[in-house]
């Protein structure tokens, strides 16, 4: 049984039924497409990258969200709501690979205007990582090519202690 | 009757999409150009989910869920090469 089989055997009026999901189907999609909007503005108007990518993440979950539920409310079938399933649900899995990947890429390379930010708890652990990371090369347990912030966030903190 | 419920929302994906691609070609830094064709990439994936709805038709359904299975790979790799470059002009 389809969710429109079951909306047909409701005791309302059809009619009245579809026109309050059309119109909630307008809503959504509206909804979702001021969101790009936004998006989009963000990208013009925020100073640097990692604001930018504050302002982009919103319709990466939330506008792709409406999208999706007006498109379910509109084509009533169990095999359409899967696949949008689908797809909302690699968009949750997915989008916070990237944002991770572009945040520590973009603290590492210092495009974040520092001045900017309240509290910056990661400034320590790199600070750390790094001195233990030259310790380590000085005291020659582990050998490190080069003791940069590269090499100190593929050792990571705590492991690099020296081995004797 | 609620046309130009589409009418505005297909206006505002074209002005996101533009104001994304001035920051692809405006951007400082890789960075920047690589956040905003992320960006784009996901109007397009609310475009193309708002054309069906507005055409009525489901024929689009495996671009909307290729495009967001593997949209997030272009900034993941980007992301990787510009941290090894950490100390260039990135």
Not at chain 1, 41 to 49: N, Q
Not at chain 1, 113 to 127: N, Q, W
Not at chain 2, 32 to 44: E, F, N
Not at chain 2, 48 to 67: D, F, S
Request: glycine fraction near 8%; hydrophobic fraction near 50%.
């Amino acid at each position: 049984m389809t969710l429109d089989d079951w909306l047909r055997s409701l005791p309302i009026d059809y009619a009245i039924v579809d026109g309050v999901l059309d119109l909630l189907t307008g809503v959504f999609v509206l909804v979702g497409a001021f969101l790009s909007l936004a998006a989009g503005i963000g990208l013009i108007r925020f100073p640097d990258a990692i604001a930018r990518m504050h302002a982009t993440t919103k319709p990466q979950i939330a506008g792709i969200t409406f999208i999706i539920a007006g498109l379910v409310l509109q084509d009533r079938t169990w095999q359409t709501f899967w696949i949008l399933f689908a797809v909302l649900f690699f968009q949750l899995l997915t989008a916070p690979i990237s944002a991770h990947m572009v945040g520590r890429a973009g603290y590492r390379t210092g495009v974040m205007k520092r001045d900017r930010i309240f509290v910056d708890e990661l400034r320590d652990a790199v600070e750390h990582a790094q001195d233990e990371a030259e310790e380590a090369a000085e005291t020659g347990a582990i050998p490190i090519q080069v003791p940069s912030s590269d090499a100190a966030r593929d050792t990571g903190a705590g492991e690099a202690e020296p081995k004797s | 009757m609620t046309e130009w419920v589409f009418y505005i929302a297909g206006a505002a994906f074209v002005v996101a999409g533009s104001l994304a691609l001035y920051r692809i070609a405006r951007g400082p830094k890789l960075l920047d150009r690589m956040i905003a064709s992320d960006m784009m990439l996901t109007t397009l994936l609310c475009a193309v989910g708002a054309e069906m709805v507005y055409n009525g038709h489901t024929r689009t359904l495996p671009v909307m869920l290729v495009l967001g299975a593997t949209a997030f790979l272009g900034a993941v790799v980007v992301a990787r090469h510009v941290s090894r470059s950490a100390h260039d002009d990135a």
